[in-house]
């Protein structure tokens, strides 16, 4: 696994109230979310770079105001098609 480092300036970490390890979970669970958001990582790789499980991962996306169903509108209007199909 690869290790990166940042800087961060103490008054920063002083504002937000975190201790350096806080801060850098937290940050490392804000970058899993954003790159999910944006569609760079699936649910499970993600999930999986916030050091969690899937389905508390995908749990935990409410509270950073990020959909879990990360699909395109397309997608997603194929996907409900192919649903009611399914059902006739």
């Given amino acids: 696994m690869s290790r990166m480092t940042f800087e961060c300036p103490d008054d920063i970490l002083q504002i937000l109230g975190e201790t350096p390890e806080d801060f850098a979970e937290k ?32 749990d935990a996306l409410k509270s950073y105001q990020v959909s879990a ?19 006739q």
């Avoid at 169903?69 to 059902?87: C, G, Q, T, V, Y």
């Fill in 27 to 58: 940050g490392r669970m804000l970058i899993a979310v954003k790159l999910f958001e944006i569609g760079r990582l699936s649910s499970g790789q993600a999930a999986r770079f916030a050091g969690m499980e899937r389905v508390p991962f995908l």
């Fill in 69 to 87: 169903i990360n699909l395109p509108s397309e997608e997603l209007a194929k996907d409900f098609s192919n649903a009611r199909n399914l059902k």
